[in-house]
């Protein structure tokens, strides 16, 4: 996955749609960094541009990763806190666990070779965020490859350095934790079982509210509402519960395809107000219009942006199934609607990180 960031801010509020005046709802604000693809993307594209700025109007999570220099990451986290609204809640993707991505090897290249290396990034992170509100989402796919048997995690050191990260995003007591699985472990009672106690080992390490289910991926929410059922149950419990990548889901997948599939739709926005008991938000983790990667010969690659892929997900998704907007065809229609939706301010130069792959 490529993880962009650009130079525009936005507080992004957490209403189910582009909300109306009659369905406003009173939700919990992330706080997000617009992706720098988009901003190439609607000059390159021109037709795209409205379409592209409804989705600017929603947070999309940021992501704190090893494959940006210090600097980089300096300037990301001082742009958003001095952008965000305190009242706003920051939304940021951690990930840099040494030997991330142990199975695929697509993102594991990296700054952060060792604990004493992680706990320095993690520092950076905790002291620039201080006591601010924010939601982690904690390593994509790192418990899911700790947790799949015959797999690098364990050898990896993941169990011990999610502790570390757990313990140090937690001292934070307006931090909202959750811990990234793949969700293929939770799709049945054997492996949501596998996932059950290395949860419970991280929450005794700090405050854990739960898990992240489809990171960069298509599964549908109902199927994913499934999955986070299958955890509760795998717990004993519902104390903890999950957060959903809703940014490609709307339609679902019949298949396991993760690249760029052609049937997929841009879902819901990103909300607290999901309307599912276990399900504590709805969340854009993957920028929807980046590439997956290159499928097939010729393809995209991982984190470019992709407008034939971009007109599909825009087309096939919420905003035109239930939002009232036109396809790119019809020239989108995006109109002006009241909503609850705030602006984090002006233009702040935004350092873009690296590519990465990831897919849970």
């Known amino acids: 996955m490529f993880l962009g960031s650009s130079s525009r801010l936005i507080a992004a509020a957490t209403g189910l749609a582009l909300a109306m005046a009659s369905n406003i709802v009173s939700a919990e604000e992330l706080c997000s960094i617009v992706p720098t693809s988009y901003t190439q993307a609607k000059t390159d594209h021109p037709t795209l541009s409205t379409a592209l700025e409804a989705l600017e109007q929603h947070a999309i ?58 706990k320095a990034f993690l520092k950076q992170l905790t002291d620039a965020v201080g006591d601010r509100k924010v939601l982690y989402v904690v390593e994509p796919d790192a418990v899911g490859l700790l947790a799949k048997e015959n797999s690098c995690g364990s050898s990896a050191g993941y169990l011990e350095n999610l502790k570390v990260a757990v313990e140090a995003l937690s001292a934070n007591a307006n931090a909202e934790l959750y811990v990234d699985v793949g969700y293929w472990m939770l799709a049945d009672s054997t492996n949501s079982a ?95 219009g980046e590439s997956d990667g290159e499928c097939s010969t010729g393809g995209t690659s991982a984190g470019s942006f992709y407008a034939d892929g971009f007109t599909k997900l825009w087309d096939q998704g919420y905003f035109v199934g239930e939002g009232g907007l036109k396809t790119i065809a019809a020239g989108t229609g995006v109109v002006t609607q009241q909503s609850n939706q705030t602006s984090a301010g002006s233009s702040v130069d935004q350092i873009s990180p690296v590519d990465q792959e990831v897919s849970g």
């Open 61 to 118: 999570a940021s992501w704190f990763t090893d494959r940006m220099t210090t600097d980089e990451r300096s300037t990301m986290l001082s742009n958003m806190l001095n952008q965000c609204s305190e009242d706003t809640r920051l939304s940021i993707v951690v990930y840099g666990i040494p030997n991330k991505d142990c199975d695929a090897g697509l993102s594991s290249g990296g700054s952060v070779k060792s604990t004493d290396d992680y």
């Open 194 to 288: 596998k996932i059950a106690p290395i949860m419970q080992e991280l929450g005794t390490c700090g405050k854990v509210k739960g898990v992240t289910i489809n990171t960069s991926n298509y599964r549908s929410t109902d199927e994913c509402t499934t999955y986070c059922t299958n955890f509760q149950t795998a717990m004993g419990k519902s104390d903890m519960s999950c957060v959903v990548d809703t940014s490609r889901n709307y339609n679902g997948s019949p298949t396991s395809d993760w690249c760029n599939v052609q049937t997929a739709g841009i879902g819901k926005p990103p909300t607290s107000e999901t309307g599912v008991s276990n399900i504590d938000y709805f969340m854009w983790i993957k920028p929807p």
